[in-house]
């Protein structure tokens, strides 16, 4: 019996059927989505790390948390310091 490969986006859109499944999911991608962010505008700067948490008054693991979605809390208060410690602007909308 051969087996029918599923790709990934097949997948996804079979499980986004699912209600429970598809708030897990959006949920998650939004957090994903700022921790990209995040790191790439960091990246962007050549700003480590460490640099950054000194920037904001923490320490360089809640950066690392954050960045890699450890940290599943951040108040909108962090996210304007991160922001404002990045040379950028939080902007948030609702769709």
Same mark, same amino acid.
């Given at each position: 019996?051969?087996?029918?490969?599923?790709?990934?986006?097949?997948?996804?859109?079979?499980?986004?059927?699912?209600?429970?499944?598809? !708030?897990?999911?959006?949920?998650? /991608? *939004?957090? +994903?989505?700022?921790?990209?962010?995040? $790191?790439?505008?960091?990246?962007? @700067?050549?700003?480590?790390?460490?640099?950054?948490?000194?920037?904001?008054?923490? !320490?360089?693991?809640?950066?690392? /948390? *954050?960045? +890699?979605?450890?940290?599943?809390?951040? $108040?909108?208060?962090?996210?304007? @310091?991160?922001?404002?410690?990045?040379?950028?602007?939080?902007?948030?909308?609702?769709?």
């Amino acid at each position: 019996m051969k087996r029918k490969k599923l790709m990934f986006d097949d997948w996804l859109k079979r499980e986004m059927k699912n209600p429970t499944f598809k !708030k897990a999911f959006e949920e998650e /991608d *939004i957090r +994903t989505q700022l921790a990209y962010l995040i $790191t790439e505008k960091r990246h962007k @700067k050549r700003i480590s790390q460490a640099e950054l948490a000194r920037r904001i008054h923490t !320490k360089q693991q809640v950066i690392s /948390d *954050i960045e +890699t979605l450890r940290r599943p809390n951040l $108040t909108l208060g962090t996210l304007q @310091k991160i922001a404002h410690a990045l040379g950028t602007r939080l902007s948030i909308s609702l769709l």
